[in-house]
Structure formats: structure tokens, C-alpha cells
């Protein structure tokens, strides 16, 4: 299967989850409730699982790795200093800064791309932190900077920190506020993928070629939650 066809199956899915998702639903016994998150948010999540571990376990299976081989969401998408618009504005430059004090991210829950690089620190982070470990419960600490972006519910680590993260993620435990949160929603009047290539809308040209068909999909599962206001 070409990436393209997966790309087309995953939004296929999206939007039949979005479709039949009435937003609400009704029990005989307990009567009409409400999940507590969109499960589009929750297709997000998984979507991005594949990714996340790959990222994780890179010091594992290929040693060290050179700070410039790190994958950031720049690899993961595309170079946000990349022109989009007409007028020669960045993705950078498009996203919007918000309020960050009532968001926390849920390491044993939430999608959270850290990159770690030394073999020894994650292993060293996966026995020393953690319930019963010699440095106790994860815990958010100043290294621990993380940006997210609305409305996804994507979070990248950013600095330090993303070996402590790995192990909180593979643990299951803690959670944290974000440094920064941005809503990234003006992109999509500006970039458009298909699940081989993201494009600028104003000429179709292209910007970079899709490196992984998940990000692909989640990026454009993000304009489908922008226009209906579903957000993280």
C-alpha cells in the first residue's frame, strides 16, 4: 500500500468518526452524557503512537545520535521557516501564541514527541525515575519544556528534558504544563497535504514532501477539527 492510499484511509476514517459522533449519547440507565474528549482527539493519539515510539527508541536501536539527525517537528512536518503565504510569511509566523495556564498534558495519555539521543541517559532516566524508583514519581521540573498546538493536542519537548519525558511516557505516569501553546489554525488557509506532498495553497507549489504519513494525516485531521471548533 502507497503512502498516499494510507493517507486517503486515515482521513477516510477521520471523517467517518466525525461523522457518526453525535457529540453526545443516551443510556437507558444513566440517561444523556458527554465524553469528556472528542474522539477525533483520541484517533490523534493514535494515529501518532507509531511515531512517538519510533522517536523513543532511536538511541536504542542506533546508538547516539548526532543533535543535527534529531527529529523535531520540523521533521515531522515541514520547515516551519519555509515561505507559505503570497506575502512570504512562514508557518513560524502564522502560528499564535495563547494563554498555557489551564492546559496539562498527560504523559500516560496525551501524544507528546520527545527526542531523545544518549543511550546511557535513557536508561538511566528509565531506572531512576518512576513510583518506587530512587528519584520517586515523574515530576515536572524547569527542564521540562514543552510546546503544544491547538487544536491537535500535539506536544513536541523542546531543550531538556526529553529523556525524563521518554521515561514518563514509557512509565505511564505524570503530567505537565506546557511552556508555550499555540493555536495553529491560520496554517490552513496557507498549506493543504495530500500524503505525498504539502503544498502552498495559493499556487500549488510544494513545500516539502511528506515525510510521514501519519504527521500528514494528523495535520489535515487538525483543518477538519479547526473549521468544526473541536479542539483539544
Not at 543535527?68 to 508557518?91: I, P, Q, Y
Not at 492546559?103 to 527526542?115: E, G, Q
Amino acid at each position: 500500500m502507497t503512502m498516499k492510499q494510507e493517507f486517503d484511509n486515515l482521513m477516510a476514517f477521520a471523517k467517518d468518526l466525525i461523522n457518526e459522533n453525535l457529540g453526545f449519547y443516551y443510556d437507558i440507565n444513566y440517561g444523556y452524557f458527554q465524553p469528556e474528549t472528542h474522539p477525533i482527539v483520541d484517533f490523534i493519539r493514535l494515529i501518532g503512537r507509531r511515531i512517538q515510539s519510533q522517536l523513543m527508541l532511536t538511541p536504542a536501536l542506533y546508538g547516539e545520535v548526532d543533535q543535527m539527525e534529531r527529529m523535531f517537528s520540523d521533521n515531522l512536518f515541514f520547515d516551519e521557516w519555509a515561505e507559505v503565504t503570497l506575502d512570504g510569511r512562514s508557518f513560524h509566523f502564522l502560528m499564535r501564541q495563547i494563554d498555557n495556564s489551564s492546559r496539562i498534558i498527560n504523559l500516560a495519555r496525551d501524544l507528546v514527541f520527545p527526542s531523545p539521543w544518549i543511550p546511557r541517559k535513557l536508561r538511566d532516566s528509565l531506572i531512576r525515575i518512576g513510583e518506587g524508583t530512587l528519584n520517586g514519581s515523574w515530576r515536572q521540573d524547569k527542564d521540562h519544556q514543552v510546546t503544544l498546538w491547538l487544536p491537535l493536542g500535539i506536544s513536541f519537548v523542546e531543550g531538556s528534558g526529553h529523556h525524563s519525558i521518554t521515561a514518563g511516557i514509557a512509565k505511564g505516569e505524570g503530567e505537565l504544563y506546557p511552556t508555550s501553546v499555540y493555536d495553529i489554525s491560520l496554517i490552513y488557509d496557507h498549506v493543504y497535504a495530500d500524503g505525498r506532498y504539502y503544498y502552498r495553497t495559493h499556487d500549488h507549489s510544494i513545500i516539502s514532501e511528506v515525510h510521514f504519513v501519519e504527521c500528514a494525516a494528523i495535520f489535515e485531521i487538525g483543518r477538519i477539527m479547526a473549521a468544526q471548533k473541536i479542539i483539544f
